[in-house]
Nanobody, 126 residues
Framework: QVQLVESGGGLVQAGGSLRLSCVVS????????MGWFRQAPGKEREFIAA????????YYADSVKGRFTISRDNAKNTLYLQMNSLKPEDTAIYYC???????????????????WGQGTQVTVSS
């Protein structure tokens, strides 16, 4: 049974930075295409970023492009999300997600992920 555990959330001022981590256990991270999603109060969960199994290709939502960076260290079984230039509208619970898929696939749709973490809260004050 694979488990995903996020950490690194917290309270930060606008313009600040945070780095989220997602540790995968029970399976090898390199088997999974991975993504980050977030859910703000009163809103649906939305896609943020995705990365393919090897880490060689990434994709971002327009709302975070140029500010957030997704990366992975398969040797450490850990996925990362570096968040810079944070804005109050980035306040949300952030989730990592994974799915076993082809080596060259990148997965963008929430419904195509079958493993999820419990989420970590990110709050950006103005």
């Amino acid at each position: 049974q694979v488990q995903l555990v996020e950490s690194g959330g917290g309270l930060v001022q606008a313009g600040g930075s945070l780095r989220l981590s997602c540790v995968v256990s029970g399976r090898t991270l390199s088997d999974y295409a991975m993504g980050w999603f977030r859910q703000a109060p009163g809103k649906e969960r939305e896609f943020i970023a995705a990365i393919k199994r090897s880490g060689g290709y990434t994709y971002y939502a327009d709302s975070v492009k140029g500010r957030f960076t997704i990366s992975r260290d398969n040797a450490k079984n850990t996925l990362y999300l570096q968040m810079n230039s944070l804005k109050p509208e980035d306040t949300a619970i952030y989730y990592c997600a994974g799915t076993i898929t082809g080596y060259y696939n990148i997965v963008l749709k929430e419904g195509e992920y079958d493993s999820w973490g419990q989420g970590t809260q990110v709050t950006v004050s103005s």
